[in-house]
T-cell receptor, first 114, second 112 residues
Framework: DVKVTQSSRYLVKRTGEKVFLECVQD?????MFWYRQDPGLGLRLIYF???????EKGDIPEGYSVSREKKERFSLILESASTNQTSMYLC?????????????FGQGTRLTVV | KQEVTQIPAALSVPEGENLVLNCSFT??????LQWFRQDPGKGLTSLLL?????REQTSGRLNASLDKSSGRSTLYIAASQPGDSATYLC???????????FGKGTKLTVNP
């Protein structure tokens, strides 16, 4: 089974802190994604990576950056956390070959910025 | 811009009922469509992937159909159980992109 693991289920950080959210997948997937999920707004794409060191901005990249130094690991960085970044963060991965683009998600990280 | 809509936003049914969840999308040039389940406070669990060349997929009591020309997909759940209570989300992948665009989900409650 594909496994996508996020490093923390719950995080509480202070305003202005630099925050790292880590995601690891074990199925050699090329694509990795970071989404945030908010009530009433649904899931919105923050960043997408289709290969090591490659990244694309999603719909809401402001205030975030990402790092992908190894194929299995995709990190989301909040440079200076703000209260409006309190949210559920979801990491996903998918294969980049053929028609089977099934995406798999991690368990989510509930981030609270105080 | 691709938009995905799921109606209704919430649905409550008695145990044992068969039910249909709806998903519509504005741009028919999709690559694939995927249905997910999300339990409160948890991540998304993949249920079914329908490739653009397929019209339906089945897994156990679940059957998903896809009509690209009309921009619609349905998720049929047979003989619903309380354990089916969750939020169900659909997502489309536009041709030429691996990114998923999500609907806001249907929250399903199955009452014993």
């Amino acid at each position: 089974d594909v496994k996508v693991t996020q490093s923390s289920r719950y995080l509480v950080k202070r305003t202005g802190e630099k925050v790292f959210l880590e995601c690891v997948q074990d199925m050699d997937h090329e694509n990795m994604f970071w989404y945030r999920q908010d009530p009433g707004l649904g899931l919105r794409l923050i960043y997408f990576s289709y290969d090591v060191k490659m990244k694309e901005k999603g719909d809401i990249p402001e205030g975030y950056s990402v790092s992908r130094e190894k194929k299995e690991r995709f990190s989301l960085i909040l440079e200076s956390a703000s209260t409006n970044q309190t949210s559920m963060y979801l990491c996903a991965s998918s294969i980049n070959r053929g028609m089977n683009t099934e995406a798999f998600f991690g368990q989510g990280t509930r981030l609270t910025v105080v | 811009k691709q938009e995905v809509t799921q109606i209704p936003a919430a649905l409550s049914v008695p145990e044992g009922e068969n039910l249909v969840l709806n998903c519509s999308f504005t741009d028919s040039a999709i690559y694939n469509l995927q249905w997910f389940r999300q339990d409160p406070g948890k991540g998304l669990t993949s249920l079914l992937l329908i490739q653009s060349s397929q019209r339906e997929q089945t897994s156990g009591r679940l059957n998903a159909s896809l009509d690209k020309s009309s921009g619609r997909s349905t998720l049929y759940i047979a003989a619903s159980q309380p354990g089916d209570s969750a939020t169900y989300l659909c997502a489309v992948i536009k041709g030429g992109s691996e990114k998923l665009v999500f609907g806001k989900g249907t929250k399903l409650t199955v009452n014993p």
